[in-house]
């Protein structure tokens, strides 16, 4: 599924239809296919959003999930954010990054549109930790919930999956 002429359609934060985005040389789409991941995980390095997964594992946890938005200008890749979902009633956001060169343009919106176009009538859950990221979801019609938990079994990214 692509969602170019989404990320391409006149519009702005706040309208009705909050999954189009400022026309920005972009494309979004499900494709997993030709990513470079040692330069998406150095990217996402470079603007703080690396949280130690391998090239493989971060490829590995984009594979495993129910849905996938890639945002593509050219061949890089300048966005990314993944659902994780039951495919019943409840779905998980997460991993959803904009190259800091690409922020502010509407990719992330168009990204999470897309996503959320997929899993209908299901709950959306995130976790946000920022006031910039509480904005945006916030603008995307995402409320605070009752007090989120978790756990880590054993040592953060001690696995298999991520050696």
Known sequence: MSTTAAARVQGRPGCARWWQAPPVDYSVSDRLEGINWVAVRQDLAEDDFDNGRTPDALRRSFQASAHVAVARAGERVIGLARLLSDGVCNAYLVDVWTA??????GVARVMVG???RRVPGQHI???????????LYHSLGFRPQPEFMSVVVGAW????ANR
């Open 100 to 105: 800091s060169s690409h922020r502010r343009q």
């Open 125 to 135: 859950g995130l976790q946000v930790d920022s006031e910039e990221g509480r904005r």
């Open 157 to 160: 990214l001690d696995n298999d």
């Open 114 to 116: 897309d996503l959320a």
